[in-house]
């Protein structure tokens, strides 16, 4: 068995593994930082600490999000917390690891490189997020890979 924390983007089920989430929290402002990537929504201020707030919209080639604030699931990191904005939070779920499907070699988009597979989830499907590829990469100013690639 596999433990997972759900939330929802554009009405899909992702989830991610619990042990890597610190908390998940009510819609915060978000700064923009300028020059940063698309996906880098901008920093957010978690009770005194700035934290970097990616979008996955944005990340995972989705429709911008229609004026509702978007819930932020803290994720732990070697560089420090980054949050990852979400549509809703959902619960935390145990998935049973035999019933795990690899993403298809036919996704394409920016969720090809983000996503590891699926499960089962009722009637429809629990996609499993790649926290590794969408955020341990992210220092805390959020812009680090950007700049070295530059």
Request: charged share 25%.
């Given at each position: 068995m596999k433990r997972l924390a759900t939330f929802?983007?554009?009405?899909?089920a992702f989830g991610v593994d619990v042990g890597r989430v610190r908390e998940v929290v009510r819609p915060l402002e978000v700064t923009p930082i300028p020059l940063?990537?698309?996906?880098?929504a901008g920093l957010i201020n978690l009770?005194?600490?700035i934290v970097t707030a990616l979008d996955l919209r944005v990340r995972l080639?989705?429709?911008?999000?229609?004026?509702?604030?978007?819930?932020?699931?803290?994720?732990?990191t070697e560089h420090g917390p980054v949050s990852l904005l979400i549509d809703?939070?959902?619960?935390v779920v145990e998935v049973d690891a035999t019933t795990f499907e690899?993403?298809?070699t036919t996704l394409t988009g920016p969720a090809r490189d983000l996503i590891l597979g699926t499960y089962p989830f009722g009637d429809r499907l629990l996609v499993e997020l790649?926290?590794?590829?969408?955020?341990?990469?992210?220092s805390p100013s959020g812009t680090d890979?950007?700049?070295?690639q530059r």
């Amino acid at each position: 068995m596999k433990r997972l924390a759900t939330f929802t983007i554009d009405g899909e089920a992702f989830g991610v593994d619990v042990g890597r989430v610190r908390e998940v929290v009510r819609p915060l402002e978000v700064t923009p930082i300028p020059l940063a990537p698309s996906g880098v929504a901008g920093l957010i201020n978690l009770r005194g600490e700035i934290v970097t707030a990616l979008d996955l919209r944005v990340r995972l080639g989705v429709d911008a999000r229609a004026g509702r604030a978007a819930m932020n699931m803290i994720m732990t990191t070697e560089h420090g917390p980054v949050s990852l904005l979400i549509d809703e939070a959902g619960d935390v779920v145990e998935v049973d690891a035999t019933t795990f499907e690899p993403a298809p070699t036919t996704l394409t988009g920016p969720a090809r490189d983000l996503i590891l597979g699926t499960y089962p989830f009722g009637d429809r499907l629990l996609v499993e997020l790649d926290v590794a590829r969408t955020i341990d990469d992210t220092s805390p100013s959020g812009t680090d890979v950007e700049v070295e690639q530059r």
